[in-house]
């Protein structure tokens, strides 16, 4: 069975405080790690994929890495603006209908 | 385009109660999904969808309906609603082209009294 562990549940950050968001997970065989932002009383909203070891991918303040056994959301100086819940999940290759686990998320909180 | 949207955005049920959750998306994707979401937790796979006439239980069905009569829409029924079902759901739909990741709609709220 599929698994994907967030940690920390919560990370509270000054604004300008780096610091690197967890994702483990046990798959068969990765066919793609995401990674998803959820604002309060939103859906997810896709940020990246990843889809092989050593692969990172970046979106402003946010670098996405993965190794064989979990990935690294990194933020570097956040704002503000960056509090969310950050949710991984993972496909496994065979899966039928794209079908992903989720994790349970870790909720940023970026204080001014 | 709209996207996935949803309706209702909230509703309260009584116990013993039916309803339908509604979810329709625009981008002509194959893959449609429901998710149930418990406050501090991640998304619990409910129903999905491959195509239009074809639907499978996810990881929590029990409690649930599903059809899937066009590609657009996909709604979810719940029949004699209980407390435990009190969640927000959110709809999701994904296309054979392009990337792998999810779309998903902005989520219905339900409290089951």
């Known amino acids: 069975e599929d698994q994907v562990t967030q940690s920390p549940e919560a990370l509270r950050l000054q604004e300008g405080e780096s610091s690197s968001l967890n994702c483990s997970y046990t798959?068969?065989?990765?066919?793609?790690l995401f990674w998803y932002r959820q604002d309060p009383g939103k859906g997810p909203e896709f940020l990246f994929t990843l889809y092989s070891a050593g692969e990172e991918k970046e979106k402003e303040r946010l670098k996405a890495t993965l190794t064989k056994k979990e990935s690294f959301l990194h933020i570097t100086a956040p704002k503000p603006e960056d509090s969310a819940t950050y949710l991984c999940?993972?496909?496994?290759?065979?899966?039928?209908?794209?079908?992903?686990?989720f994790g349970d998320g870790t909720t940023l909180t970026v204080k001014p | 385009n709209a996207g996935v949207t949803q309706t209702p955005k909230f509703r309260i049920l009584k116990i013993g109660q039916s309803m339908t959750l509604q979810c329709t998306q625009d981008m002509n994707h194959n893959y449609m999904y429901w998710y149930r979401q418990d406050p501090g937790m991640g998304l619990k796979l409910i129903y999905y969808?491959?195509?239009?006439?074809?639907?499978d239980k996810g990881e929590v069905p029990n409690g649930y309906n599903v059809s899937r009569s066009t590609t657009e829409d996909f709604p979810l029924r719940l029949e004699l609603a209980a407390p435990s079902q009190t969640s927000v759901y959110f709809c999701a739909s994904r296309g054979l082209a392009g990337g792998r990741e999810q779309f998903f709609g902005p989520g219905t709220r339900l409290t089951v009294l």
């Open positions: 969808s491959v195509g239009a006439g074809i639907t």
């Open positions: 798959v068969s065989g990765l066919r793609g």
């Open positions: 999940a993972v496909q496994a290759k065979g899966t039928n209908a794209g079908k992903s686990t």
